[in-house]
């Protein structure tokens, strides 16, 4: 309950920063604020056939869209994107290990042409964790790798955790496990309170979604372009791709799914069990991530019984877009192990 407070209290605070601010901006500009760039037609990056082909499956009740590539008869690599994301983030993992894996990369729950539920409630972390349970015996498999980020690694933490007959090995990037990151913000972290401010707004209903849409979806580049969240390697994830997110999440409706897994996160938790997580698993950390501190990938020991943490210098919250080559490494030596 009484966290259930002080989220409570965040979210006021936070929320009322956020509407100054942005009353602030459409006074400064109304015009640029306000305006919107239609997006009919999917930009030629997203159309790419090196990348796989699209599918649908249906899984927990909900019809997926996922792109999958390589060998149907290889073991299957699941991958699961984070937020503001989709299947696309995967793209240099798709190449790589499509090799040797049948790689499969979903669109979550409420995401791009994935279906969309409208409950709120519908976006707690066991319902997510349940549409994950379900897909693997959808796509034909018994088992996967499960390879996770930001949100996605919420998702799969929850999955290793009650169903790890699923899991033959685990990879997270840039999320802790839920355990460690309470233990964290309730350490005293006022840091980790600070860079999590965007969660505490997310509470509020539709403010968030207007907010990401003004001056045409400018939050989206300055997520992955701007000078204190993006990306640092252009190379790997140049401005112009961009356009692929904005064109996703300009959609009606395409935000407040996805922003229902926050509005969720507080109220409706999983509770994991109070064992430690027996599967393998990786723990990769893009260290100058500014929503995530790194000192809590070091932290993970008492949580995971068979733990490897790599540590990716000079490299952002985005690591597998930001720094593919260093991830695709750790993750075949992890593999290969």
Same mark, same amino acid.
């Given at each position: ?5 002080? #989220? =409570? ?16 901006? /459409?006074? $400064?500009?109304?015009? +640029? ?5 239609? +997006?009919?037609?999917?930009?030629? #990056?997203?159309? @790419? ?42 793209? !240099?993992? /798709? ?6 894996? !049948? ?5 979550? +729950? ?5 279906? +969309? ?39 799969? $933490?929850?999955?290793? *955790? ?8 685990? /990879?997270?990037?840039?999320?802790? !496990? ?23 707004? =997310?509470?509020?209903? $539709?403010?968030?979604? =207007? ?7 400018? *939050?989206?580049?300055?997520? &992955? ?6 990306? !640092? ?20 409706? *395409? ?10 996160? &507080? ?20 260290? @100058?991530? *500014? ?23 000079? #490299? ?22």
């Amino acid at each position: 309950m009484a966290a259930i407070v002080v #989220c =409570f209290v965040l979210t006021g605070i936070f929320g009322s920063l956020t509407v100054l601010h942005t009353v602030a901006r /459409i006074i $400064w500009s109304p015009w +640029r604020a306000l305006t919107k760039q239609r +997006r009919d037609a999917p930009p030629s #990056c997203l159309l @790419d056939p090196s990348l796989g082909t699209h599918n649908y499956v249906t899984a927990n009740g909900l019809k997926f869209h996922y792109v999958s590539s390589g060998d149907k008869t290889k073991p299957l690599m699941l991958f699961l994107h984070g937020f503001p994301e989709f299947w696309f983030s995967w793209r !240099h993992q /798709i190449k790589e290990f499509s090799k040797d894996y !049948h790689v499969v990369a979903i669109d979550m +729950r409420g995401y791009n042409e994935t279906e +969309r539920p409208t409950k709120r409630s519908d976006y707690a972390v066991d319902i997510l964790r349940k549409d994950i349970i379900d897909l693997v015996p959808a796509l034909g498999y018994k088992t996967c790798i499960l390879v996770a980020h930001d949100w996605g690694g919420a998702v799969a $933490w929850a999955v290793a *955790a009650k169903n790890p007959e699923l899991v033959e090995k685990l /990879i997270v990037m840039n999320c802790p !496990h839920p355990r460690i990151f309470r233990k964290f913000v309730n350490g005293g972290s006022i840091g980790q309170i600070l860079k999590s401010n965007y969660m505490f707004t =997310f509470q509020l209903p $539709w403010l968030p979604e =207007f907010v990401i849409g003004l001056h045409d979806y400018q *939050a989206l580049y300055d997520c &992955f372009q701007g000078k204190k969240m993006g990306v !640092h390697n252009k190379a790997s994830f140049p401005p112009s791709l961009v356009e692929a997110y904005k064109y996703v999440f300009s959609k009606p409706g *395409a935000l407040t799914g996805p922003i229902n897994y926050y509005r969720c996160m &507080f109220t409706r938790p999983s509770k994991l069990p109070s064992g430690p997580l027996m599967v393998p698993t990786l723990l990769i950390w893009g260290d @100058d991530d *500014a929503a995530l501190d790194k000192k809590m990938a070091d932290m993970h020991t008492s949580v995971v019984s068979n733990l490897t943490v790599k540590h990716i210098s000079n #490299c952002s919250h985005w690591v597998q877009q930001d720094t593919p080559e260093a991830v695709n490494h750790y993750m075949r030596e992890f593999l290969n192990s």
